[in-house]
């Protein structure tokens, strides 16, 4: 055979191969990505310590302000809500700024600014910081869009059915509550769930389990139940 034609040949097996290999550990990556719990999906160490309040105090000011914002959106608009936010802070800042000043001038003290060293510390974004973070939020936002694609083009049926399910679920969920005070109940659990399961992972667990086996013994039911062409394939 000439050596051209094999090594051609060679190329094109391990291309079909590498490309094989992608998809299986695509789709992998997407069924784990499915089938995680909702903490175990953020990366972030320091949100993970946030959320399961391994510092009461810097927990407890973040979830009083996260639920005071969102307090105030329901009562309040977003522009409304915004300005105060600022106001409140100048307010702060500016009586500070007064104070140290009146007491530099009483004291005849040359401390200088009171927010110097802020001032003088760099807040800006250094380039590779913020292309880490992009490229971060990209591999998110491809995922999420080749997820959408598959389930509304009904690539397979079972999981078409699910989102469906959970859409019809949604509707009466939004017939109850607006989006602000989905965000709220969201925020609440955000910060009560993780500690609560923390405390009772193995019971949690058992109980997850048992939904977890249900839910596939009644997909796996309806599947049978589908006609041959739409069931999924048993060696995939």
């Known amino acids: 055979m000439d050596p051209m034609t094999q090594s051609a040949q060679i190329s094109s097996s391990q291309g ?3 490309g094989h290999n992608s998809a299986v550990k695509e789709s992998k990556l997407s069924d784990s990505f499915l089938s995680s719990s909702p903490v175990s999906l953020i990366p972030s160490p320091q949100v993970k310590d946030l959320i399961h309040w391994r510092d009461p105090k810097k927990t407890g000011l973040m979830f009083g302000l996260s639920l005071l914002v969102l307090l105030s959106l329901a009562a309040f608009s977003v522009i409304s809500v915004v300005s105060y936010l600022l106001l409140s802070l100048l307010c702060v800042t500016i009586t500070f700024r007064i104070y140290k000043s009146v007491v530099q ?7 200088g600014h009171p927010f110097k060293t802020l001032i003088d510390k760099d807040v800006s974004i250094p380039p590779e910081t913020f292309r880490k973070h992009v490229d971060t939020s990209l591999t998110y ?5 080749k997820q959408m694609s598959r389930l509304f083009l009904v690539e397979d049926l079972v999981d078409s059915l699910k989102l469906a399910v959970v859409m019809w679920l949604l509707t009466y969920v939004g017939a109850v509550f607006n989006g602000i005070t989905v965000l709220i109940l969201a925020d609440i659990l955000l910060f009560a769930v993780p500690p609560v399961y923390e405390k009772n992972k193995t019971q949690v667990d058992q109980y997850i389990d048992l939904v977890r086996t249900q839910v596939n ?14 069931k999924r394939s048993k060696t995939e």
């Open 217 to 230: 013994t009644t997909m796996a039911k309806l599947q049978e139940k589908l006609p041959g062409a739409v």
């Open 105 to 111: 001038a009483v004291q005849k003290s040359s401390d």
């Open 141 to 145: 936002i491809n995922r999420a869009l």
């Open 16 to 18: 079909l191969a590498d």
